[in-house]
């Protein structure tokens, strides 16, 4: 059974760079898509974007300019980089895998993010 | 971007009631849609991918149904457990989007 544990930083200051990884065990690392979606407090799901094992990504366009998805083979890993937060960007992170003709089944387990001025 | 437009945004609803919500795409998405269950303080679960097959582990109570434009996930005979937040999400083209959510709440 595969598992998703997320790690980051929860509290930045505006201006500065939010930064999670999401490792996955127990199962084959390729052969999928990893996404990363968020929440903000009280609101619904924004999908962020998401890379293959290849490093072929796509990402939201509204946040294209400040946003870096990349993986690591080598550590089963997929990094997050978002530069110049604001408080618009607080919000539960969490990471997502899925088969290229599907939906998200497995997610991590969240990472609550605060922004703060 | 695609919308999609979920109906309605909250439910009030007895156990035992059927319930039925709907998202409606902005343009065609095949089957291309899943549905989430989304619980206070956890991580979505998929109850419904391809629009309309279950997924394993979820009780049959939950189905759902649509292609291209509009789709509905019904729930038959609700459960206490069944009261959280719901959410379509089309995987059809990117960027993905999400459904703005319903919240089922206990009558």
């Known amino acids: 059974q595969v598992l998703l544990h997320q790690r980051g930083a929860g509290l930045l200051k505006s201006s500065e760079t939010l930064s999670l990884t999401c490792t996955v065990y127990g199962d084959l690392f390729s052969d999928y898509y990893w996404s990363w979606i968020r929440q903000p407090p009280g609101k619904g799901l924004e999908w962020i974007g998401e890379i293959n094992h290849s490093g072929i990504s796509n990402y939201n366009v509204s946040l294209k300019s400040r946003l870096t998805i990349s993986v690591d083979t080598s550590k089963n890993q997929i990094s997050l980089s978002l530069r110049s937060v604001t408080a618009a960007d607080t919000a539960v992170y969490y990471c997502?895998?899925?088969?290229?003709?599907?939906?998200?089944?497995?997610w991590g387990q969240g990472t609550r993010v605060t922004v703060s001025s | 971007d695609i919308q999609m437009t979920q109906s309605p945004s909250s439910l009030s609803a007895s156990v035992g009631d059927r319930v039925t919500i709907t998202c409606r795409a902005s343009?065609?998405?095949?089957?291309?849609l899943a549905w989430y269950q989304q619980r206070p303080g956890k991580a979505p679960e998929r109850l419904i991918y391809?629009?309309?097959t279950l997924q394993s582990g979820v009780p049959p109570r939950f189905s759902g149904s649509g292609s291209g434009t509009e789709f509905t996930l019904t729930i038959s005979s609700l459960q206490p457990e069944d009261f959280a937040t719901y959410y379509c999400?089309?995987?059809?083209?990117?960027?993905?989007?999400f459904g703005q959510g319903t919240k089922l709440e206990i009558k």
């Open positions: 343009q065609g998405i095949r089957n291309d």
């Open positions: 391809a629009a309309s």
């Open positions: 999400l089309q995987h059809n083209i990117y960027p993905h989007t």
């Open positions: 997502a895998r899925r088969i290229l003709t599907s939906s998200p089944l497995s």
